[in-house]
DNA sequence: GGCAACTCAATTGTGTGCAATTTAGTTGGT
DNA sequence: ACCAACTAAATTGCACACAATTGAGTTGCC
């Protein structure tokens, strides 16, 4: 019998991804941000400054998209760039009062998620466990 | 205690379908396909015409995503599309020859990948199950 | 001290994704 | 038969995401 589309998990994955996406743009849509830009700031509001090398790291993105996305955030005036003193090279990002401000309107955007998602919560922590494995193995298998 | 982004689930889906994108993309490099293109591939080798409606159902992308998709995979000479006879709106796409011989040669890609998930059976059907309640209920909540 | 190897961010180029609009074609109600 | 409402694709504009390159700064080793 021949794979279909519908038999591939990673279909499922994508899918998944991009549904959760959408849920997060009408609820974050308020606010201004996007959902990448919205895990930003949740990293942000628990720790600042913190260098694009530090956010590439903890989101897995890199410079490529995170520079643009920076500049944006700096551009609605949530967030500021400067260079370390300390090594010239990294750029540290700072919340603005502005910034600082959003994170009291943005703390029920987790809970409308989960709403809209329809989990029990031992099923999310189940969910989040595969996906941790699988994404610990696709990485070492990239090596 | 404050949510980190550690916490939302919603990362690890995003996180995951990215390092299975990433997966795929070294698997399909050698194909010339990028992983939606694959996608839509695979429709093609299960059926043949399909309309850019019947493909946007399929793998939930709308015309805005899918013209230029296959403008690419037209001008790789992989596809062919042209306007049907009953309905003159909707366009039918097929497969070129090259396109249909492309499939003996993508037909162990889900096992590479499988290969490099590194779940059990059992687990990806549970997976499975999982995100495809999620999706269906995030659908409900979008209305 | 000097230079090669490395690191960090930014930039460039390509390819999704989606909202909103546009254009062309179809259908249903009167 | 006509016109309004609908539908299918394509287009436009914006925002990721990543590979590859560039430029500036740092480090290690001799």
New binding site residues.
Partial sequence: MKISVDDLVCFDV?AAS??M??AY?RVLAELGL????Y?VMMVLWEREPV????L?VR??????????????LEAASLVR?ER?A???????VRLTSKGSQLEERACDVPAQIFGAAGLAPAEVLDLQRTLRRVIAFLDESAR
């Fill in positions: 994508h991009r549904a996406d959408a743009r996007t959902y990448p830009q895990l260098t694009v090398k530090e590439g989101l897995r993105l890199d410079s490529g998209t995170l520079s643009p996305l920076l500049k944006r760039r370390s300390d090594d010239e090279r990294s750029v540290l």
